[in-house]
């Protein structure tokens, strides 16, 4: 059965700061890695989507990179914002029909 | 282009009664996925619609139904309510790429 996990559950970061985010799954056999952000109360944006032959995506300030042997995926937010903070989530899809499984989240707080 | 839209905002029920929540997918998408996120937790898969099939479900009972119509909305049913039920739920829509395109979802509360 495929789990997801995020470490940490919450982070506090100084404006300015680069920092990363990490996501563990269980089981390599993913089709493809997405990291979500979700502001308070709200739906979820999709920031990067990394599919399972690649090692790497990378947008602006964000990368995202993956490594399905080991079971796991980082996100790396560069030179951080107030405007960054919400909650990021990690989504591992385990197959082409969308069956998304979804971690807990990091809750991150970039303080001015 | 309007995005994912999601009716209603929010929703009060009680318990055991039915509710029905609506979605319009992003133009051009013809899959849509729903998902049931409670409060401090990820969103959980509940059911994927495409062709006004349900082509995928999560582990979620039968209480738990769906519609996907021609135009590619979509329709989530929650029949006999628990108190567990209240939750925020969000509809997902993608088209032949691989990312999925979230709405700002439904609040529901069960009293």
């Known amino acids: 059965k495929q789990e997801v996990t995020q470490i940490p559950a919450a982070l506090s970061v100084p404006e300015g700061e680069n920092l990363v985010l990490n996501c563990s799954f269980t089981?390599?056999?993913?089709?493809?890695l997405q990291w979500f952000r979700q502001d308070p109360g709200k739906g979820l944006t999709s920031l990067l989507l990394?599919?399972?032959?690649?090692r790497e995506q990378t947008s602006g300030r964000l990368n995202a990179s993956l490594d399905k042997s080991s079971g796991r995926s980082t996100l790396y937010i560069a030179a951080s914002q107030p405007g960054d903070s919400a909650t990021y989530l990690c989504?591992?899809?385990?197959?082409?029909?969308?069956?998304?499984?979804f971690g807990p989240g990091t809750s991150l707080s970039v303080i001015p | 282009d309007a995005g994912v839209t999601q009716s209603p905002t929010h929703l009060i029920k009680t318990r055991g009664q039915q509710v029905t929540l609506r979605c319009s997918p992003k133009?051009?998408?013809?899959?849509v996925s729903w998902y049931q996120q409670a409060l401090g937790q990820g969103p959980q898969f509940i059911f994927q619609?495409?062709?006004?099939?349900?082509?995928q479900r999560g582990n979620f009972p039968d209480r738990f139904s769906g519609h996907q119509f021609p135009n590619y909305s979509s329709e989530l049913n929650v029949n006999a309510l628990l108190l567990g039920d209240s939750a925020l739920y969000l509809c997902?829509?993608?088209?032949?790429?691989?990312?999925?395109?979230f709405g700002p979802g439904t609040r529901l509360t069960v009293l």
């Open positions: 989504a591992v899809c385990v197959t082409s029909y969308d069956k998304v499984i």
């Open positions: 619609y495409y062709e006004e099939e349900e082509r």
């Open positions: 990394i599919q399972s032959s690649q």
């Open positions: 089981d390599s056999a993913i089709y493809n």
């Open positions: 133009s051009g998408h013809d899959t």
């Open positions: 997902a829509s993608r088209g032949h790429t691989d990312t999925q395109y």
